[in-house]
């Protein structure tokens, strides 16, 4: 299992940024897809999560309204389009999948929102 993220960036508040997270070594269109993200000092959070076929997705009450979560399974791509960006917003992104019951995690990208 491979996942790599990418398109982060530094942004100033209010705008927009849109990361991508490529997955590799599973089959992709049967697992739900998340991404987190982990501040510092801070815990790793759940942001957004996506099931299998892209129906249904689940948001932190922080990014409701902001943040977009979608898959295109023809790429074994999932995307997060994060809007209206705050500086609260600033922390290191992370894709993830559970295969089999195991976590998996990308290298994470770098998302710095300035005042």
């Known amino acids: 299992v491979q996942l790599v993220e990418s398109g982060g960036g530094l942004v100033q508040a209010g705008g927009s940024l849109g990361l991508s997270c490529a997955a590799s070594g599973f089959m992709f269109s049967w697992y739900r897809m998340r991404w987190y993200r982990q501040a510092p000092g801070k815990e790793r959070e759940l942001v957004a999560g996506?099931?299998?076929?892209?129906?249904?997705?689940n948001y932190a009450d922080s990014v409701k309204g902001r943040f977009t979560i979608s898959r295109d399974n023809a790429k074994n791509t999932v995307y997060l389009q994060m809007n209206s960006l705050k500086p609260e917003d600033t922390a290191v992104y992370y894709c993830n999948v559970n295969v089999r019951g195991l976590d998996y995690w990308g290298q994470g990208t770098q998302v710095t929102v300035s005042s």
């Open positions: 996506i099931v299998s076929g892209g129906a249904n997705t």
